[in-house]
Every structure is written in C-alpha cells, then in structure tokens.
C-alpha cells in the first residue's frame, strides 16, 4: 500500500472524510450548479472519499450510472454503506488500474495531483470520456495560492504543485480544450478562500477527436 492510501484509510477511521465533504462542500455544489446535466449521462469521481458527489450526481434525474474510485479501501467501505442506489457504484482502484469504460463527465476534487504522474493520470482521463465529455478538476492546492502551497510538506506525502497556468498547459498537452474558474466565498474567514478560492479545471474532450 502507498503512502496516499494509507493517510486517506486514517482519515476514513477518524471521520475526516466528512470533514472534507464540508470543507469542500460549498465550492463543489456552487460549482456543479453551473452544469446542466441536461441529457443522459454517466458520471467518474475520481478519490471519491466518502462517495458524497457521486451521491449527488446520483440524484440528478437523468444520471444513468454514478461510480466512485478510490485507492483507499476504507474510504470506499464507508461510500458504501451511505446509498443502496442501484445506479451508484463505488471501486476499490486507483485511476491507473480502473478498466476501460466510457463517461460523459469525470470529477476529481482534490485528488488529482497525487497521482504518480499527473500528465499520464490526464491521459487516461481522456481515453475514459466520450468525445465531447468533460472533465472537472477541482483544487485547492495550486502554487498561486501560498497559503495551501504549503501543505505537501505537512502532510509528508506526494503532493505535485502546479500554478493555475501550468494545469492549463498539462489539460491542453493532454488534448483537452481547457477553461478555467476561480469559485471563492465571500464570507470565509480565511483572506485565501475569499479572494483565490477552489481552482477549477475543466477539459473537454473534442468532438472530432
């Protein structure tokens, strides 16, 4: 077992999944109200945690299947037993080892970066989207904010570290078409949540491609 995966089995037995589901809670839902989910559609977290946004798209009346991966199998025990929706499904994998499917969307909050390779987790990404698919990126951790910049060396664990311009460059290499968003809260307490905020990557997949 590697080191990411065992900090996160710590956090699933010490209730900090549900820590970060609140934590994280008001940036992603502000964030997933701006996607239509419009059609039918298939939807990837990847680092579930707790399962909680794949819940979420669960919900959604048009979503036809909602899975979860994760590379900690305490994480994954405790998604399991929060839905008995037939249309969710919750993996014990990491990205790399994930068989081949197709989804229209792909979600990872704050789990992207401790992939062993961040371009080679892109690609696969990629390979896993239909085309015209999306991929939604979400962090915190990015080197334009000092302030979480600083928490690879706390933590003790891989940890990749990319400015805002950088994520850009390594979707576009990857093949996506590339925006990005900045979803801050006003009324945080904390000066970098107010002002940078979650950083938001979102790749589609083209089309024609």
Request: some cysteine; charged content about 35%.
């Amino acid at each position: 077992m590697d080191e990411v995966a065992r900090t996160f089995d710590v956090w699933a037995r010490n209730g900090r999944a549900e820590r970060m589901e609140r934590e994280h809670a008001k940036s992603v839902l502000k964030f997933l109200e701006s996607v239509p989910f419009d059609s039918a559609f298939t939807f990837l977290d990847v680092g579930c945690g707790n399962g909680w946004v794949v819940r979420k798209a669960a919900s959604e009346p048009l979503c036809r299947r909602a899975v979860g991966i994760d590379k900690s199998k305490k994480m994954i025990i405790e998604a399991r037993k929060k839905t008995k929706d037939a249309k969710v499904e919750f993996i014990h994998t990491d990205l790399e080892s994930l068989a081949r499917r197709k989804f229209d969307y792909v979600f990872s909050m704050e789990s992207l970066y401790y992939a062993d390779s961040v371009p080679a987790a892109l690609g696969k990404i990629y390979r896993l989207l239909h085309p015209g698919g999306r991929f939604f990126c979400g962090t915190d951790f990015y080197a334009d904010n000092k302030v979480t910049a600083k928490w690879a060396g706390m933590l003790g664990i891989q940890m990749h570290l990319y400015s805002k311009r950088e994520w850009r460059l390594l979707f576009e290499d990857a093949g996506f078409e590339t925006r990005t968003r900045h979803i801050t809260d006003p009324r945080d307490r904390r000066k970098w949540r107010r002002e940078l905020g979650t950083l938001f990557i979102t790749g589609t997949r083209p089309k024609m491609r």
